[in-house]
């Protein structure tokens, strides 16, 4: 049994280029498998994205385990992370997360403001996604841009891509926007945020009696913690 803390999925470098025609393999042999979906690269796109930094190789000691590329399109508007493939012989074991977790976090460094996507018909990758904070998105909130849907001519099911103007296939798209994590930031930011006025609003006087301060002291308390910074305005 394969172990996942045997092997190092890194960024990919021209130092794996000798791996190109194994990974194309793998693709098509992954496409064959599961009857649909991967769409077969030519080997110098496969060496371009390696060059440019833009895919993920997994490696047990010298052995090809798997890997992933990105791809951009519309001006950078978009990133998909494309052709994951897992061998047969590392399924099973968190490998695919790993390498998806990686293309992601390259993804998000190379492209901060992108809309990250992807087409997918495997379960389980539909899952992983999810993990990562992609949503199910209809065809029409991804790229429009042609040479993304040219990409699909390769795969067995493109026909039924044609068939309903490129608004549904067996694929799911899955979209992860940045502006989503942004508002999530400024959503918890303004719940933990208590204003002068909000705090004032609930003081009411009190006496001496009892120990207890005076709505005078509190708020001198106040003032003071605000000349501190513990109370933002």
């Known amino acids: 049994m394969k172990n996942i803390k045997d092997i190092k999925v890194i960024a990919a470098n021209v130092a794996h280029l000798d791996y190109v025609a194994k990974i194309n393999d793998s693709i098509d042999l992954a496409s064959k498998e599961r009857g649909t979906g991967i ?25 090809f385990a798997g890997f992933c590329y990105i791809e951009s399109w519309g001006h950078n508007r978009f990133v998909a992370n494309s052709g994951l493939i897992v061998v047969r012989d590392y399924r099973g074991i968190g490998l695919a997360r790993e390498i998806k977790r990686k293309a992601f976090e390259l993804s998000r460094e190379k492209f901060p403001n992108a809309k990250i996507f992807g087409l997918t018909t495997g379960l389980a990758v539909m899952k992983i996604n999810h993990e990562l904070g992609y949503r199910p998105v209809t065809f029409s909130e ?3 841009d042609e040479d993304f849907w040219k990409g699909c001519q390769s795969c067995v099911n493109y ?26 930031v400024k959503k918890v930011e303004k719940s933990k945020k208590i204003s002068l006025t909000e705090i004032i609003g609930k003081l009411k006087p009190k006496s001496h009696s009892g120990g207890k301060e005076s709505g005078d002291n509190r708020f001198k308390k106040i ?9 933002r305005q």
Do not use: H
Request: aromatic content about 4%; charged content about 30%; proline content about 2%.
């Open 39 to 63: 769409a077969r690269r030519s080997d110098e796109y496969i060496t371009q994205k390696i060059v440019e930094g833009k895919a993920i190789i997994a490696l047990d000691g010298t052995a």
């Open 159 to 184: 026909d039924i891509l044609t068939r309903t103007g490129r608004s549904k296939c067996l694929c799911t798209g899955m979209l992860f926007d940045p502006e989503w994590e942004k508002k999530k």
């Open 223 to 231: 003032i003071q913690n605000l000349s501190d910074g513990t109370v």
């Open 142 to 144: 991804l790229t429009d």
